[in-house]
């Protein structure tokens, strides 16, 4: 198996295509998936490569960093270690991976001394080297990850997916794959309400209209219960003497979460620039009620909650927890998961 898996989105092939032939040059032993001969299984060979591959080059374009398969295969270099991005085109970096150190090759032109190549190579080596060394020790922080592993990884990034194109492809990449089903049953179900979207809702049947009372005001009791100390019931006065008159709908609705945590957070809106690449390649968030958002492509995550001392809480896209801490309104640190941390500076624009 060769030591470095290339990790890119089709329609940056060619720039892919340089940047491989590049590290081949430099004497890496280099795999990229237009190495797949006639007759091999698609999925089984790219899986297997990239199973073995002591390091997983990600070239982040504005296309990549869009692409739930780009970025599985980004996160699976990283969980295990193997992780060496790089920037192929000026892009907002997904925000699972903005602590990860990316080299800008967005100006790279091929140049085999141009300094921000030379430091990309570097870091591969580095990240080789450190690998081999570990696997050579049975060392479980050099483990490769098994197929199962793969697929399941590539399953939890498109299951929420709203896009039909997410499941076709894991279809034809695991074709007797274990959610197979379930990608079959998401598909149908997408492609079923598309096409249905332009019908006018069936009406509802008389006698539904005038559906037994009781069982609506239990189903309300039932809401205000599941809600416990945490939700409210929302009864207008009219409702209110619907109910009394055995004809009422209750609406369950969940309370906001305390008001502090949402005005914490909401300083974290704008742009803002990681230190060594400045606003040019910002990291983008918008404060959406509960939620953090980061751009185009990304989902959403949820805060979590805020520490004694302003530190907000927030779920990682991809497990565990970031802690964003605010200084002076224009002074942000992120820390990931694994303990990482990064420093960014409010952009004025």
Known sequence: MADIFVSYKSEDRERARHVAGALQAEGFDVWWDPALQAGEDYQEVIDTNLRQALVVVVLWSPLSVKSRWVRSEATIGDRYGALAPCMIEPCDLPTAFVLVQTVDLSHWRGEPNDPKWREFVTEVANKRDKRRALRATNSPAAAAPDANAIESLF???????TEPADFRSYMKRYPQGHFHDLAQNRLQTLTGSRSSRARAPDPEPEEKKKGGAGVKILAGLVALVALGGGGSLLLGAQNQQSVMDGNAAFTAEPAPPPAPVFSIAKG??????????????PLTIAVNGDQLNFGDGEEPVAVEGVEPDGTIRAAAANGGTYFYALSGGNKLTVRSPSGDSASFTKCVS
């Open 155 to 161: 399953w939890q990034t498109i299951k929420d997916s």
């Open 268 to 281: 974290l809106a704008g742009k803002w620039g990681p230190a060594g690449l400045g606003c040019e390649f």
